[in-house]
């Protein structure tokens, strides 16, 4: 029962043009979402975060939208650049308190095109 | 700073041999976590630890064992290794004391059982 899903394994963009990846959760307890880079032979690294009380959060180029009511959220990144090419993971935890035990979805491979 | 670090970065065994993947971490991080990353699977917690002495079941623990005698290490054991149990193993670790946090991720070791 995948409770984070990217239903995009891949995604091809122009260098300059805006990426969008989606991402659908299930659990409705969920109240906190984040977004992670991975490079291939490297561990993911954090790139945005939103709570739920929340509906956008912006971060240079990067920006994370979350609609609860459809229990999804994107990631826009623009303008795309060709380091942006990487899989990106979104991530979810539900709870205040104690460790953030994070469920993933399975990833989605941008890659952007010069 | 470090980060967080991974020993091996890379192992081969055979089934029933037993393992311990080391992480650890200098940033004086009170929580730390196991995760394993599988092909169109993304991240999955086995244990976590909300501090030293302390260990806790994720959602993939069955077949694992770890153990964190000081707060800048967790070892993640495997007793007699298994074929289901190749995989990418990453490390992470998060700061407490704040309502929402991101975790910190090691370079992964890469493991495979014959």
């Known amino acids: 029962d995948q409770q984070v899903k990217q239903n995009s394994p891949s995604l091809s963009v122009q260098e300059g043009r805006i990426s969008i990846l989606n991402c659908d959760y299930t659990?409705?307890?969920?109240?906190?979402f984040l977004w992670y880079k991975k490079y291939p032979a490297e561990g993911p690294t954090f790139l945005i975060s939103?709570?739920?009380?929340?509906d956008k959060n912006e971060d240079g180029r990067f920006t994370v939208f979350l609609n609860k009511s459809a229990k999804h959220l994107s990631l826009h990144i623009v303008p795309s650049q060709p380091g942006d090419s990487a899989v990106y993971f979104c991530?979810?935890?539900?709870?205040?308190?104690?460790?953030?035990?994070?469920?993933f979805g399975q990833g989605t491979r941008l890659t952007i095109n010069p | 700073n470090a980060g967080v670090t991974q020993t091996p970065k890379f192992r081969v065994l055979k089934t029933g041999q037993s393992m311990t993947l080391l992480c650890a971490q200098d940033?004086?991080?009170?929580?730390m976590y196991w995760y394993r990353q599988d092909p169109g699977m993304g991240l999955r917690l086995i244990h976590y630890s909300v501090g030293e002495g302390t260990t806790a079941k994720g959602e993939v623990p069955d077949g694992y064992n770890v153990s964190r005698l000081k707060k800048q290490n967790f070892l993640l054991g495997l007793e007699s290794a298994a074929p289901s149990q190749t995989s990418v193993y990453f490390c992470a670790s998060g700061p407490s004391g704040r309502v929402y946090n991101e975790q910190f991720f090691g370079p992964g070791t890469r493991l495979t059982v014959l």
């Open positions: 939103i709570s739920s009380i929340k």
């Open positions: 940033m004086n991080h009170e929580y």
């Open positions: 659990n409705s307890m969920f109240d906190y």
């Open positions: 991530a979810a935890s539900a709870g205040v308190e104690g460790a953030q035990k994070l469920v």
